[in-house]
């Protein structure tokens, strides 16, 4: 069983999949989309697709990326992708089309929902369902919805029921709601969305067809949610059943335990340790400012709970890959230390000076939207702004679009590159 994570355009999506499939003891590696030209598909059974801007992760891979990524599949090769990995594999622009399925009209669907969900099995016998009973509680994460009216041959393998734990649409907690008695029709005049979860239930969340002799699953549901049950039972499932595995072979999940390695002081970069201890501050204390002026604090322990109409993922992004990539240089420097030379140093240590410089524009550009947000009747937009001041801060660091852009990408990009060496060199050592 061999198992490949495609990590571009992933970030915090692609970290939760690692986390997942790692405490699953599930076998994979990462690759990235530069290595699909070389022909490394060659080596796998299945392609997980983690979240993330599908068609960011569509321009990633290239026409030639994402034509081999199809060929892929319609030769035989599994597909399962999670949210936006799904998105990938939607009849869409950059998309690789492995299914005749599109994304539904914003006006016709949920925009902005994430938490909690219950879901029915909508292909009752399906292998998804091993050992899982119906209605079984899982996550999404702002998820976009399957649009199936022309999608003949391809069969949903699960529906939303209702509404689970902390499930909200927008910043409003479902349970809240019902509490207060608002009607959503009320809200819904003051967001300008669609926000009454009731259009969501009897919807597909997960659907399955095939493209040529290949399997394409594609979920907008997280089963790569962390430390879930649920979630991890059903990656299981759809990895063994994707790979043309049997159920329940314990042997394929044995993690394989090396010898410990004992530490060799001599790798150890004591300069490379410092400057992790001061990323480590700094993201510290950048948390510490949001949380003292009300931006934001943590919902789970991987995820922040934003004030609407902040760029509160890209924040989240941020805080939580930067304390990935210190932590494990932090906890065990003998260990990791081995991919820090050359190139990887000189870009750490570029790492350490953008976020400074980052996280100190971010911290005006916070106080800002505070001051306009308390000044203006409506809540924040995060693409508009009445302040020309704010627009400009914004497009500087984050561009203009949805999709991140700006300083925020370049810094992004770069942290991603040190944390995914580190991740590899850790599946080598």
Request: charged residues 25%; aromatic residues 12%.
């Amino acid at each position: 069983m061999k198992i490949a994570v495609l990590w571009d355009e992933s970030y915090l999506w692609g970290l939760i999949t690692y986390w997942s499939c790692k405490s699953a003891c599930i076998p994979f590696e990462i690759i990235l989309s530069s290595e699909i030209p070389t022909g490394i598909l060659d080596h796998y059974d299945l392609v997980i697709v983690p979240g993330g801007w599908a068609a960011q992760k569509g321009k990633a891979l290239g026409e030639d990326g994402r034509k081999k990524l199809k060929h892929f599949v319609e030769s035989g090769g599994s597909f399962l992708g999670f949210c936006g990995g799904a998105g990938l594999g939607l009849d869409v622009n950059h998309g690789l089309s492995l299914l005749p399925v599109t994304r539904k009209d914003a006006r016709n669907r949920l925009v902005n929902f994430s938490g909690g969900v219950l879901l029915t099995r909508a292909a009752p016998d399906h292998p998804l369902w091993h050992n899982i009973n119906s209605p079984a509680d899982f996550y999404v994460w702002w998820p976009s919805q399957f649009e199936l009216s022309d999608a003949s041959g391809v069969t949903p393998v699960a529906s939303y029921e209702d509404s689970f734990t902390d499930f909200r649409v927008s910043d409003l907690s479902v349970d809240d709601i019902k509490l207060w008695g608002i009607e959503w029709e009320e809200w819904e005049s003051v967001y300008g969305i669609n926000l009454d979860p009731e259009i969501l239930w009897g919807e597909p969340a997960i659907v399955e067809g095939r493209c040529g002799r290949g399997r394409v699953v594609l979920s907008y549901v997280h089963l790569d949610t962390p430390d879930h049950r649920n979630s991890q039972a059903a990656l299981k499932n759809l990895c063994l059943y994707l790979c043309n595995s049997p159920a329940d072979p314990p042997e394929l999940f044995d993690e394989a335990v090396s010898p410990p390695r004992p530490p060799d002081s001599a790798r150890t970069d004591i300069g490379i340790i410092k400057a992790a201890l001061r990323i480590k501050h700094r993201t510290s204390e950048f948390y510490n400012f949001g949380y003292r002026n009300l931006f934001w604090s943590w919902r789970t322990p991987w995820l922040l709970q934003w004030k609407r109409g902040l760029r509160g993922l890209e924040y989240t992004t941020l805080l939580v890959m930067s304390g990935e990539l210190t932590r494990r240089i932090l906890e065990k420097p003998e260990q990791h230390l081995n991919v820090c030379t050359g190139d990887w140093k000189n870009k750490f240590f570029k790492f350490e000076a953008m976020l400074e410089s980052f996280t100190n524009e971010a911290a005006v550009l916070l106080g800002k939207e505070r001051f306009v947000s308390e000044k203006s009747p409506g809540p924040l937009c995060k693409l508009s702004s009445p302040s020309e001041e704010v627009r400009l801060l914004r497009d500087k660091l984050f561009g203009d679009k949805m999709s991140f852009g700006g300083h925020y990408r370049e810094l992004i990009s770069v942290l991603d590159e040190l944390l995914v060496s580190v991740l590899r060199a850790e599946r080598d050592a």
